[in-house]
Structures are given as C-alpha cells and as structure tokens.
C-alpha cells in the first residue's frame, strides 16, 4: 500500500514522458494520477489502528543487507497526517496550475508529480539511507519548479534554496553515518533503542539540526525562504509552505527526540530561544513587507516558530499542538498562497499599494480571502485556533516565560495579516485595473471549497485528527524522556 501511494505519481511521470505529448491530454492525466494517489492514500485511515503506536503497513525488501541497508516503508500516527497532507494538496496544486503555466507543461506536471513521490517517500521511509536518498531527491523537482517557471529572480531564488538545503544535508549525512557504524543498522526503529554517549548524542544533534533547521526554516537560516516564495509559482509556492517546511519538524519528531533524548533535552534552551525570536521578529518583518506573496512567506517563518515551541515543550499539549499545526499551516499557507496567485493572474503584480476595493468587484473572493486570513490570525472557530491554544498551554506547562513571549506574536500575527487584507479588500476602487477583475471561475472556487472545508472541520471537531496521533505521541514523549547515558550531564543542565 505504501509504496503504491509513494511511486504511483512518479510511475505517472513515467508516462507522461514516455507516452503523453499533448500538453491537454498531460494535464488531465497528471491531475487524474493526484487524485487516485489521494483515494488510494485514504484506504491508509480505514486500516489504522488508532490504540498502537506501533509503526503500519510495514514494507521491506534486502537492499544493501552487508551494510544494514534495507528498502524499509511504514507509518505511525505521526507520520500518517503528513502522507495525507501532501497527496490532499497535489491535485490543488495542478489544477491552479491549469491556466497558468504555458511553458514546458508536460516537464511541469513531470517535475510535481517526482516531487509528491519523493516527499511521501520521506514521510514513510524507515531506514535512514532511504530516507536520506528521498530527502536530496526531492529538491531535484523543487529547483527546477522555481528555477525554471519562477519569476523574475528564479535562478537565484532556486540557487539559494538548493545551496542552503543542501548545505545542511551534507552535515546530517555525516551524523547518519556515524549512528549508523556505531548502531551497525540504518533501520530507524531499531536506532531508538541504541545506547549512545552524551557527547556523541550532542554531536548527532547538531549534524541533524543543521538540515532540519534550515528546511523548518528556522531563524537566522530562513532567509531563502521569502526568495523561494516570491519567485516559485503559486503551486510551487503552494507546495513548498504546505508540505516542504513540515519536513524539517518532522525531523525533529522521527529522529532528534527519539533517537538523541539527552542531547535534545539539553538543547531545550536553544531551540526556545530562536524559536522565540523567528515568531516575535519575522512578524515584525512581516508588517513591513510591499509584496504580497513575502508577508505570506515570513507568516510561515512566525508560525513555524510556535511548531518547534511546541515541539520541544515535550509534553503531550505541545507535540499535539506542533503536529494539529503543521496541518493546519498546510490548509491556510496554501490558501493564502492561492489567494495571492488569483489576483497576481489577473493583475500581473503582487504589490499590496496596486490593490484596493477588491471586495467592490470581487465578493466571493473576498469572502474567501477572509476566511483564510481569519484562520491565519487564529480566530476561534477556525483551525490555527485549535493548534494555537494547544502550543501556547504546552509552552505555559514547561516554561511560562517562553509562553508570554510566544502569545506576542499572536497579537503581531494578527496585525500584519488584517492590516494586509484592509489594504487589499477594502476602500475605494483606485486602479482601472482592479475595477476590471472578474470574480472567481468555478475552476479557481474548487481549488478552495476543501481547504474551506478542512479550515472548519478541524476548528470545530478536532478530535478526529488528534485521536490519529495520540498514542504515537504518547509514545514518543516516552521515548524523549529516557536517559540513554550521560544522566549527570542532564540532571546538571
């Protein structure tokens, strides 16, 4: 079943190459392959048990078994949202690329459909030389998606996101190589539970931290981030906050707590700290951004502080929080990030003073537009709301003043994304070319009737979704409270 949900899209690639020349006939293959990976993904849920925190729908296959490497698939609550997340946001994106991208259309839809393989591939793998090759394979399709179809500034935008990423994951081989010799496997359950040295764990940390930090992104190496978004087009963009700034959390949850409890304890303090100041500064940032698509792209930055907050709060408000929030950012990112690429398509600029009066011509997006912007500044009743309080009560649990210092950046959220939406939606209609703008298409009204619905599912019943992960979760904290080694170092700190 995993593997099915993994390399189908790639094996659609496959044929795309191969097999469809029209650039039509491409589209509606690719969009058709998204959806029935999307139905296929589904059957996921109706064959979990939800009472283990046992990993599922176990695969494996002898790969390079003198080494201890092994082709290893599976997923547990924690992973299973993010494999959902990704193939629910595919088929989004390729039809809000339906007018849009004119140019190499079959080497697009190819380059998307790669891209959702390689990122369930990394939601699922259990080996970490698996999990590495899919990492690095994933930012093949994602360079090419900016550098290729992006704006102005792609090459460079593209080039920074690769080296940055990059950069960091040549550290992160390092420490898989060294855990894996020292573990004498590269299978992840079976890392878990090896002793390792307080050093050794530190230095391990630091290895992972230094590509899970740039791909959150955390503050200071985030700064490729606004780049890759005003450059990438909207599905691009779409994509990259939805589903690739969830990988570097995730790397926090899979590896760093339970793999490197001690050394991830002992960084508690670090990880508050700049995470404190990506959601207090960013938001700042964020209030002095022109460009649409950049505020939407420091938001992602703030909001992703109060993930790793939640994170490594390691209690079970917080952890549930950081997971229920990843999906939420991934619904109203990505809408956002839709919002701003309707009216780009119609006025051919992203600069906030261009608009004015949108509501005057355009209700329905309107409307739409403010639902999301709601959402993004945590009104109850809505999604974020529900991740929020849960982040903000883990926080206040383990450290009140991380908490107080946290709840701050609601407040700038909240001012950077209304006074956004004022400038756009309200007042008088100034330009002629706002005033000639067409109201939504029944195309572009499917792209956000399920994430509408998604928005309010999960503010008003979350409890489907938390029931999901819990008792992986629970699990976890179990594992991220051991003492491998190194008891007197912790108990110091």
Not at 118 to 144: Q, S
Request: net charge positive; glycine share 8%; with cysteine.
């Amino acid at each position: 079943m995993l593997s099915l949900v993994t390399f189908l899209p790639l094996a659609g690639a496959l044929v795309i190459l191969l097999a469809i020349h029209n650039d039509k006939a491409a589209k509606s293959f690719a969009l058709g392959i998204s959806l029935v990976t999307f139905v296929i993904s589904l059957r996921l849920i109706t064959g979990f048990d939800l009472g283990t925190a046992n990993f599922q729908f176990l695969e494996e296959a002898k790969w390079l078994p003198e080494y201890g490497i092994a082709y290893r698939m599976g997923v547990d609550g924690i992973s299973l949202p993010f494999v959902l997340l990704t193939t629910f946001l595919t088929p989004i994106c390729l039809l809000a690329s339906w007018v849009s991208i004119q140019v190499r259309v079959r080497e697009y839809l190819m380059a998307f459909l790669a891209l959702e393989s390689f990122v369930v591939g990394v939601f699922c793998a259990l080996d970490f030389i698996l999990f590495y090759v899919l990492w690095e394979a994933m930012l093949i399709p994602m360079f090419l998606i900016i550098g290729v179809w992006g704006g102005p500034r792609r090459v460079y935008a593209a080039l920074k996101f690769f080296l940055y990423t990059l950069a960091g994951s040549v550290l992160m081989l390092i420490a898989i190589l060294a855990l894996g010799y020292h573990g004498k496997t590269f299978s992840i359950p079976a890392l878990m539970d090896v002793p390792l040295s307080f050093s050794f764990q530190v230095w391990l940390f630091l290895g992972l931290f230094a590509s899970f930090a740039v791909k959150v992104p955390m503050w200071p190496v985030h700064t490729w981030l606004p780049d890759a978004h005003v450059e990438a087009p909207t599905a691009g963009s779409v994509i990259l906050a939805g589903i690739l700034l969830k990988m570097g959390a995730y790397g926090f949850l899979r590896f760093s707590l339970p793999i490197l409890p001690d050394a991830s304890r002992f960084f508690i303090p670090l990880i508050f700290g700049l995470s404190l100041v990506a959601v207090v500064y960013t938001a700042l940032v964020a209030l002095m951004q022109k460009d649409l698509k950049k505020l939407v792209a420091y938001s992602s930055v703030s909001h992703m502080g109060f993930v790793t907050i939640g994170i490594f709060a390691m209690n079970t408000q917080g952890v549930e929080g950081s997971i229920l929030q990843m999906i939420n950012h991934g619904i109203v990112s990505g809408a956002l990030f839709l919002a701003v690429g309707v009216v780009y398509d119609r006025m051919h600029t992203r600069e906030i003073a261009h608009f004015g009066g949108v509501a005057h011509v355009m209700p329905v997006y309107a409307v739409i537009f403010m639902v999301f912007t709601l959402a993004s500044a945590g009104l109850p009743g809505t999604n974020s709301f529900v991740g929020e309080i849960l982040i903000l009560l883990g926080a206040f649990l383990a450290n009140k003043a991380v908490a107080i210092v946290a709840a701050t950046g609601l407040v700038f959220g909240a001012a950077y994304i209304l006074w956004m939406f004022k400038r756009v939606v309200f007042g008088a209609v100034v330009h002629d070319e706002v005033r000639a703008m067409k109201d939504l298409s029944l195309r572009e009204f499917a792209l956000f009737a399920p994430l509408l619905v998604m928005v309010f599912w999960i503010g008003f019943y979350p409890g489907p979704f938390l029931k999901i992960f819990h008792a992986s979760v629970e699990h976890l904290l179990k594992q991220a409270a051991v003492v491998k080694t190194g008891a007197a170092m912790v108990a110091q700190f």
